[in-house]
């Protein structure tokens, strides 16, 4: 990999896209390495962390220059390509946290939005600018964002194209904590560990019921939870976790 960095430890992936001369912005092949990353990804990861190189930049966004000169069929392409990594990491059967570590603008702010959680530090910022460039986010910007901060502040964020800093995307639930720069890397990965001490099917569980039934009607989102919820009967891990409970004990969760 020429720029994506990945380093396992204790069950958590530190992904990381180092581009530090375009502050991270994503081309092609970037994203056909990030893609290849979370293919490669060991079956004994149970938390993946995204982020970014340097103290400067997340992803600042798609690499313009590469885009500048595609054609309609081109420039479809390149979206289809960008929005089905993206998808990809959405639908991991495990947890995602972005790590936003400084400029998160265009695709750096939808690939911050298909993980399950975003931390950012002090000085970041979020912003979908394509419509100064003359087109939309193209990575599935304009569903995401809707979705995450509702309808109101993702037309005026894309129609305006602005952006907005750390504390802003704190108060309208576009991020889950803001740290500074010096603390963003442990606190991501103090939460990736709390996840990992879970039992690790019910986590799984968990994030494919909160995915599947997000635009169900809420009868058949209740039936389908309550499917997969006796499904964790099956499992040693919830056998292990409730004796632990009763008996005062430690749950040594096997993935089983």
Do not use: H
């Amino acid at each position: 990999m020429e720029f994506i960095k990945t380093n396992t430890e204790n069950g958590i992936c530190t992904l990381t896209i180092s581009a530090p001369k375009s502050l991270n912005a994503l081309n092609s092949t970037i994203l056909k390495e990030l893609d290849a990353s979370i293919d490669e990804l060991g079956k004994d990861v149970r938390v993946l962390i995204i982020t970014g190189d340097g103290e400067k930049s997340f992803v600042a966004g798609a690499d313009i220059s590469e885009m500048q000169n595609l054609d309609a069929e081109q420039g479809e392409n390149f979206g289809r390509l960008g929005a089905q990594v993206f998808r990809k990491i959405e639908t991991l059967d495990i947890p995602v946290i972005a790590a936003v570590n400084g400029f998160a603008l265009g695709g750096g702010c939808e690939l911050a939005m298909a993980c399950d959680i975003r931390i950012c530090s002090d000085n970041a910022k979020f912003g979908q600018p394509e419509v100064g460039l003359g087109i939309i986010p193209g990575f599935s910007g304009t569903y995401r964002l809707a979705k995450l901060v509702g309808m109101g502040y993702a037309k005026e964020m894309i129609y305006t194209g602005k952006a907005i800093r750390a504390d802003e995307a704190l108060r309208i639930g576009l991020v889950n904590a803001v740290y500074p720069q010096a603390e963003l890397m442990g606190a991501a990965v103090a939460m990736a560990t709390k996840i990992c001490a879970m039992a690790p099917i019910a986590v799984r569980y968990a994030k494919l019921c909160i995915e599947a039934e997000y635009d169900l009607e809420a009868d058949a989102a209740i039936a389908y939870e309550n499917k997969v919820f006796g499904m964790c009967f099956a499992t040693k891990d919830q056998k292990e976790g409730m004796t632990a409970f009763l008996t005062k004990g430690k749950p040594n969760f096997k993935n089983e």
